[in-house]
C-alpha cells in the first residue's frame, strides 16, 4: 500500500515549456486534488475532482489543466511554464466519509527559469 | 478576509515547553476541525481531527474547538524536538462538498533541544 504518489520529485523547466505532473493512489479514493505550496501561503488549491470523469476549478486554476484519467490516477499539466508557478506542488486524495481527512503525496519541487 | 486565519508564527520553544498553536475562522458552516503536520520538505500529515465543539486529547496532543468564538487550538505539552514541524489548521462543512478542506497557512515550530 503506497498511499499517494507523485512523479518527478524535481523538476527545472525553462519558461514557456510544458510539462505532466502525475499522481497516483491505491487506497480507491473518489477525491483527488492539486495544490501548490508557497512560502508564506499555505496550501492553495488549483484543481480538484470529487469522482472519476469529474473536474473543477481550485482557487488558483490559471496557467493549469488537469485529467482525471481513472480512479487511481489525477494528472496536472502546464501547457506554457513561467517562473510564477515555480512551486511545490501536492497531490492529494480523501474517501467520502465522516470528516474530510486528506492523504497528500510526498510533493514536485518545480523550478521554472 | 481569508476565510481561515492561522497565527503565522514562526514560534521557538525550549524543549519541554507547552505549545499553543491557533487559527480563527469565519464560516459558520464548518463542523470538521483537522490538524495538520508537515516536516521539512514532507506532504501534510493529519495529526488530530474533531467533530464540532469540545476537546479531544491524544497524548501529548490536544485539539480544542470553540464554535461560538470560532477559534480552534492545538495544544502540545512536553515538547519535544521531534515536535519541530509546520503545523497546518483545516476545516470542512460537509462530506458532500467533494471533501474539500479549508486550509490555514500553517505556523511553523521549532523545539529546540
Known amino acids: 500500500n503506497a498511499g499517494v504518489t507523485q512523479t518527478p520529485k524535481f523538476q527545472v523547466l525553462k519558461t514557456g515549456q510544458s510539462m505532466t505532473l502525475q499522481c497516483a493512489q491505491d487506497?480507491?479514493?473518489?477525491?483527488m486534488y492539486w495544490y501548490r505550496q508557497d512560502p508564506g501561503m499555505g496550501l492553495r488549491l488549483i484543481y480538484y475532482?470529487?469522482?472519476?470523469?469529474?473536474?473543477d476549478k481550485g482557487e488558483v486554476p490559471n496557467g493549469y489543466n488537469v485529467s482525471r484519467l481513472n480512479k487511481r490516477e489525477f494528472s496536472l499539466r502546464l501547457e506554457s511554464a513561467a517562473p510564477s508557478q515555480t512551486s511545490v506542488y501536492f497531490c492529494?486524495?480523501?474517501?467520502?466519509?465522516?470528516?474530510?481527512?486528506?492523504?497528500f503525496g510526498p510533493g514536485t519541487r518545480l523550478t521554472v527559469l | 478576509q481569508k476565510e481561515v486565519e492561522q497565527d503565522p508564527g514562526p514560534l521557538s520553544v525550549p524543549e519541554g515547553a507547552i505549545v499553543s498553536l491557533n487559527c480563527t475562522y469565519s464560516n459558520s458552516a464548518f463542523q470538521y476541525f483537522m490538524w495538520y503536520r508537515q516536516y521539512s520538505r514532507k506532504g501534510p500529515e493529519l495529526l488530530m481531527y474533531t467533530y464540532s465543539s469540545g476537546n479531544k486529547e491524544d497524548g501529548r496532543f490536544t485539539a480544542q474547538v470553540d464554535k461560538s468564538s470560532k477559534y480552534i487550538s492545538l495544544f502540545i505539552r512536553d515538547s519535544q524536538p521531534s515536535d519541530s514541524a509546520t503545523y497546518l489548521c483545516?476545516?470542512?462543512?460537509?462530506?458532500?462538498?467533494?471533501?474539500?478542506?479549508?486550509f490555514g497557512d500553517g505556523t511553523t515550530l521549532t523545539v529546540k533541544p
Open positions: 483545516a476545516m470542512s462543512a460537509r462530506t458532500t462538498n467533494a471533501g474539500k478542506s479549508t
Open positions: 492529494a486524495s480523501t474517501a467520502s466519509g465522516a470528516y474530510n481527512e486528506q492523504f
Open positions: 487506497m480507491n479514493h473518489n477525491s
Open positions: 475532482s470529487a469522482s472519476e470523469g469529474t473536474t
